[in-house]
């Protein structure tokens, strides 16, 4: 049975109820304060084979928030995020692009533009896709290739 509170067009609530025990067990670290554990068992749900969007993001949330540096975390995320499935990876392309600005590689998000900034988090979309653009704009061979983002950027400035 599917649960209705888990909406990934939008933001997934905070806490993913989930009955994968792996996840639970990771959130069970994450509120009880030992974010060491919780980042040791979001890198276990990572390193598994076959992932649903819920565990992706679960684990995604804990590293987002208790990792000093994201840029270890870098590989290990990407591999997991190329094993999820089609569906899955539209539902969490939104936290992947916050990890990838939040790491300030700007690469990834602008290959990654939507042609429209819709939905409940379509402005911060907007927020990130000109912080990706802007970031890139040193760049001649990207300068050229998205010229159109680049004008749509700076008329909205």
């Known amino acids: 049975m599917k649960n209705k509170n888990i909406r990934f067009g939008g933001q997934p609530p905070v806490e993913v109820p989930t009955a994968d025990p792996l996840v639970a067990e990771m959130q069970g670290h994450d509120e ?12 276990a749900i990572l390193a598994r084979p076959k992932n649903s969007a819920g565990s992706f993001y679960a ?9 000093g540096s994201l840029a270890p975390w870098k590989p290990c995320v990407a591999a997991a995020y190329q094993r999820l499935s ?6 969490v392309r939104f936290w992947m692009l916050t990890f990838h600005i939040k790491l300030a590689n700007h690469r990834p998000p602008a290959a990654r533009l939507p042609k429209r900034f819709t939905g409940a988090y379509g402005l911060l979309e907007l927020c990130y896709a000109m912080d990706a653009v802007l970031g890139l704009d040193h760049l001649p061979e990207f300068h050229v290739k998205n010229a159109h983002y680049i004008s749509f950027l700076a008329a909205k400035v």
């Open 59 to 67: 684990a995604l949330h804990v590293i987002l928030i208790h990792a």
């Open 32 to 43: 009880m304060g030992t974010h060491e554990d919780a980042l040791k068992t979001a890198r």
């Open 86 to 91: 089609k569906t899955a990876k539209a539902a």
